[in-house]
């Protein structure tokens, strides 16, 4: 069993990481937040830990790989991703549910690391402005979470039950 939670693990890493460059390559990355589709999708079809890990490493990876989300941006969304990630494998709801509640409580969790984390590092920070910025600026990827989260869910299901077999 870990040595499958590595595995999927370090498929999401990579998946969120090629993701991440194509979305900041056609500069759609702030507006589509790739790595908040790969988190959840880890931890819709990984469970819990491979999806709260997967959501916890990738905005490092990706700062350290693409120098987005640049710093002191990246802090502040390694609990938020993780959140998303995590949530989205301990809850066995509905998949429109899972991610209505895995945005609003990653949400508020970046509202918080966004407060602490700046206060922390010294950073003069504006909560309100950087929640309603985050929520104007996302819009576009919330709505993509909502189409295609369940449309590869489902995929993805299928595959892995049957063993990649049929219907892949």
Known sequence: M???KLTYTAM???VGVALAYLFHLLNLGRM????HLVAMLAGATSGAFVGGVTGAVLPILSFLTMGMPPFPMFLFMIPEVFTYGFVMGVMKKNIFV????????????????????????????QPLTSILLSFTTGIPGIVLQFILVP?????LQLIFEKGGKENA
């Open 12 to 14: 999401w890493l990579a």
């Open 32 to 35: 589509f937040l790739p790595l």
């Open 2 to 4: 870990r040595m499958r």
């Open 98 to 125: 899972r991610i209505l509640i895995a945005v609003v409580l990653g949400r508020l969790v970046y509202s918080v690391s966004y407060y602490v984390l700046g206060a922390l590092i010294g950073i003069k920070l």
């Open 151 to 155: 449309l590869v869910y489902r995929r």
